[in-house]
Nanobody, 124 residues
Framework: QVQLVESGGGLVQAGGSLTLTCAAS????????MGWFRQAPGKEREFVVA????????RYTNSVKGRFTISRDNAKNTVYLQMNSLKPEDTAVYYC?????????????????WGQGTQVTVSS
């Protein structure tokens, strides 16, 4: 098993930036593909971005392309989400998750391990 802990959320004005961090412990971090999902009040959890276990491949949902950047440091068992040009519609709880199946990177059901989430609020 792997345990995931997110941090870095907060309140920011539109146009601002935040960096989310997901720290992993337990099983070997480098064998997992990692994803970030988010869930706004009253909405379903949605895919945001994923990164392959080596870091060589990334996938972004269209609404964050050019604004968000995912990266990982396997030596530190950590994945990062740099969020720039934030918009009010980015407001949500952001979750870090781990999967062994890159084929299902966009599907939350493919992720076996989840963090507790961190709140991101973007004011207009």
């Amino acid at each position: 098993q792997v345990q995931l802990v997110e941090s870095g959320g907060g309140l920011v004005q539109a146009g601002g930036s935040l960096t989310l961090t997901c720290a992993a412990s337990g099983h070997t971090f480098s064998i997992y593909d990692m994803g970030w999902f988010r869930q706004a009040p009253g909405k379903e959890r949605e895919f945001v971005v994923a990164i392959s276990r080596s870091g060589g491949s990334t996938r972004y949902t269209n609404s964050v392309k050019g604004r968000f950047t995912i990266s990982r440091d396997n030596a530190k068992n950590t994945v990062y989400l740099q969020m720039n040009s934030l918009k009010p519609e980015d407001t949500a709880v952001y979750y870090c998750a781990a999967t062994g199946s890159w084929r299902g990177y966009f599907d939350p059901d493919e992720y076996a391990y989840w963090g507790q989430g961190t709140q991101v609020t973007v004011s207009s």
